[in-house]
């Protein structure tokens, strides 16, 4: 479980480095956590897991956007489309709907 933990912060961090050029060590407990947690969905209708991925991931972002993102200091998403608080918005989530679960599917079976 801790090496899941530490690939899924390091890929998350490294995909918001990608999109952003930068990110925060916060957002590596958000990826971190997102994949324990989203790797349990594994084996679900593939809809309900890429919903349940998808609202596991938004959830733990705006827990963390509010603790760790209060100033917008970060992120901000308050001009984003859908967005709650200016921390999560509805385009990212359905980022994560498409995105997450074949990434965690595939590295799932990489760290058996």
């Known amino acids: 479980m801790i090496t899941r933990f530490v690939v899924g912060g390091l890929i998350y961090i490294g995909i918001e480095v990608m999109y952003d050029n ?3 060590r916060a957002m590596g407990l958000v ?3 997102s994949f324990v947690i989203c790797s349990s969905f594994i084996g679900l209708p593939y809809v309900l897991m890429c919903l349940l991925m998808a609202s596991t ?3 733990l972002e705006l827990m963390a956007g509010l ?3 209060a100033d917008y200091g970060i992120w901000d998403y308050r001009k984003m ?3 709650i608080k200016g ?3 509805l385009p990212f989530f359905l980022v994560w709907a498409v995105l997450m679960p074949p990434v965690i599917v595939w590295l799932d079976k990489l760290l058996r």
């Open 22 to 24: 930068t990110s925060d």
């Open 31 to 33: 990826g971190g956590l």
């Open 81 to 83: 489309p859908f967005n």
């Open 87 to 89: 921390q999560v918005c």
């Open 57 to 59: 991931i938004t959830a």
């Open 67 to 69: 603790i760790f993102n």
